[in-house]
């Protein structure tokens, strides 16, 4: 067996496959002793058909079948063990390939065309510019964020005066009629209700002002306008039986809860960010200010790559690339692929493929590597950010460690991690090459680049 490369130009190649009859023969004879085992065929029983019948009904068919099986095997191998960055995959040479005969022949030239990666230089230095952009939050987000946590980790308590329309209310409904409990009554020990849900509002001016010991007397499904699934609720009853009710109920006031927002001390500050991360409010402040923030660093790390993909595809504008061989191999990858379309989406194809060989260019000189400790810090990091999107920025140990072992434990979300962390030392790598101009950027200016860039997408 031979196997040669003959390369036609910088990026463009034939891999000749020559095969010789004691190449592929014991896997014929082993294949056709197989078949033989298994085959049926009437008036001979199974196992002892004659060699010579099963050579004269299926040799053919079986030698075609061992052979592209081999030829197959030692195209891949031979790319393999010499290294060839090819794209796309081999395709059947339609100039130079010899017309096989299976009946005839005996030994064999196999023929693929193949197109090489080509080689180049990524020239960047100190003269190359790139921004990134480092975003600020406005004062006035900030303040809403320091609110929604106060509002979040506030607690109800107890209240002995008069209650106002956000107060809950606790205390023994009961149905009446002509002001004594009803018979067959419906009543409720638990009862809850909260003035400002009520919608009559002379229902709502009964309950605001009132105190415990009070009672008050009010209509369900007035005090609800007639509203089934909240009648229900409050009465704790089937949806279906709200019809049935038309009786006065009396609400027997027994405690009042106001909910208060929490005050800016310890408390808040280890509830939000976990016991003694920070110890004053300046602190905390600075400490929240850093994690939103961080929010908007992957929007900021992707607008980057894309000024350095720009910065890339100019400096390889020139390289040499085998478009026609491409071009045809797009057509035989995919069906739904015409000559029309690889046209029309040819050029951002090849600025994709450029961009992809000079990162994995990167990734190899700078003998860029990926261990399991990095996957495992960024998934903790990975699943920090997406639990701080909801606000729980204190995510019990045990709860953030099974999150991780469940986010390991996919491939698909494995392989999305490492490739965004080549992408980040790549762009690591991008930032100590070439110039970076930081640039400080207000968070509204800065979503509006980025819808801006979405919509130029």
Do not use: C
């Not at 089937?238 to 009786?247: L, Q, T």
């Not at 003694?276 to 402040?285: I, L, P, Q, R, T």
């Not at 989406?345 to 990734?363: G, N």
Request: charge should be negative; avoid cysteine; proline fraction near 3%.
């Amino acid at each position: 067996m031979k196997v040669t490369l003959n390369k036609t130009d910088n990026v463009n190649g034939i891999i000749a496959i020559e095969l010789e009859k004691p190449d592929y023969q014991e896997n014929v004879d082993k294949s056709l002793n197989q078949f033989r085992q298994k085959a049926n065929i009437p008036g001979f029983r199974q196992g002892k058909i004659p060699k010579g019948i099963i050579q004269k009904m299926y040799g053919k068919s079986i030698l075609a079948e061992e052979i592209n099986k081999l030829v197959s095997n030692e195209l891949y191998k031979y790319i393999k063990e010499n290294e060839l960055n090819i794209l796309g995959e081999p395709l059947p040479n339609e100039e130079e390939q010899k017309t096989i005969d299976f009946d005839k022949d005996e030994n064999f030239e196999f023929k693929f065309d193949v197109a090489l990666a080509p080689e180049f230089e990524l020239p960047l230095n100190k003269r190359d510019t790139l921004i990134y952009y480092n975003v600020k939050l406005e004062d006035d987000l900030l303040d809403k964020q320091y609110d929604a946590y106060k509002q979040n980790y506030g607690s109800y308590k107890k209240v002995e005066g008069e209650t106002v329309e956000t107060d809950l209310i606790k205390g023994k409904i009961s149905e009446i009629d002509n002001g004594e409990p009803k018979e067959n009554l419906i009543e409720i020990e638990n009862g809850m209700i909260m003035p400002s849900y009520i919608k009559d509002e002379e229902t709502k001016k009964k309950f605001v002002g009132a105190k415990v010991g009070d009672t008050v007397v009010f209509n369900p499904k007035t005090a609800y306008d007639n509203n089934a699934a909240e009648i229900a609720s409050l009465l704790q009853i089937a949806k279906e039986n709200v019809a049935d009710v038309d009786s006065d109920f009396s609400f027997e006031i027994q405690e009042v809860t106001r909910y208060e927002e929490a005050a800016m001390e310890q408390e808040l500050f280890d509830k939000v960010l976990g016991e003694g991360v920070v110890s004053s409010e300046e602190e905390f402040k600075v400490k929240v200010t850093e994690l939103l923030n961080n929010q908007f660093k992957p929007a900021a790390d992707n607008l980057f790559m894309k000024s350095a993909r720009e910065l890339i595809l100019k400096k390889l504008k020139d390289v040499e690339f085998p478009d026609v061989f491409l071009k045809r191999w797009l057509l035989v990858a995919n069906e739904k692929n015409t000559a029309e379309t690889i046209e029309n989406d040819y050029p951002k194809i090849a600025e994709d493929l450029k961009y992809h060989l000079s990162k994995e260019k990167i990734v190899k000189e700078q003998d860029i590597k990926i261990e399991n400790s990095d996957l495992e810090t960024f998934a903790a990091e990975v699943a920090r950010a997406q639990f701080a999107q909801y606000g729980m920025s204190n995510v019990p140990a045990d709860v953030l460690e099974n999150y991780v072992k469940r986010m390991l434990g996919d491939q698909n979300t494995v392989r999305n991690m490492y490739d965004q962390l080549v992408e980040n030392k790549v762009m690591e790598w991008l930032k100590q090459t070439v110039k970076v101009n930081e640039k400080e950027i207000p968070s509204k200016d800065f979503e509006k680049l980025l819808s801006e860039d979405k919509e130029e997408k």
